[in-house]
């Protein structure tokens, strides 16, 4: 499937992927009760696809990148993502702020992947709404810092 980001201020994709590298050493480290669910091959397999975002997006401007990534792994992404976000154990890890610096570019992302995952004919679209009411549900989308 094609993943399409962007556009996307490059800020806001250096400070998520900021984000998402210290919660992956911290979950590297203690799993708590996401273990299981974020293996090392999940961590690893966002790692992966953080790292093939170009270097450009430490600039401040608009960053897009597409690239064809598999649609078994876009699902399995997706779902570790919604497990993680929703878990106490990350909630416990990121503040206030980041969560509101954060949240628009964690919202296009899980769009992107859908919308990508339904271009294959995966049976998806209902899958955007759950995670953005489950992240509502988790003060994970709150704004302010």
């Given at each position: 499937?094609l993943?399409?980001?962007?556009p996307v201020?490059g ?10 590298r210290?919660i992956?050493?911290?979950?590297r ?13 999940l961590?690893?397999?966002?790692t992966?696809l ?8 430490t600039?401040?401007?608009s960053?897009?990148?597409?690239e064809?990534i598999d649609?078994?792994?876009a ?11 929703c878990?106490p154990t990350?909630?416990n ?8 610096e954060?949240?628009?570019f964690?919202m296009?992302l899980?769009?992107?992947l859908v919308?990508?995952?339904v271009a294959?004919d ?8 759950r ?14 810092s």
């Amino acid at each position: 499937m094609l993943l399409e980001l962007g556009p996307v201020a490059g800020e806001e994709v250096q400070r998520w992927s900021r984000t998402l590298r210290r919660i992956v050493i911290e979950l590297r480290n203690d799993p708590c009760e996401l273990e299981g669910i974020a293996t090392d091959d999940l961590l690893s397999s966002w790692t992966r696809l953080v790292d093939r975002w170009p270097d450009s997006v430490t600039e401040p401007a608009s960053f897009r990148w597409s690239e064809s990534i598999d649609s078994e792994l876009a699902e399995y992404l997706l779902h570790g993502l919604e497990r993680c976000l929703c878990s106490p154990t990350v909630g416990n890890l990121v503040t206030d702020q980041e969560i509101a610096e954060t949240a628009g570019f964690t919202m296009h992302l899980i769009d992107a992947l859908v919308t990508g995952l339904v271009a294959e004919d995966r049976q998806c679209e209902h899958y955007a709404d759950r995670l953005r009411s489950a992240l509502d549900n988790h003060g994970l989308t709150r704004t302010g810092s």
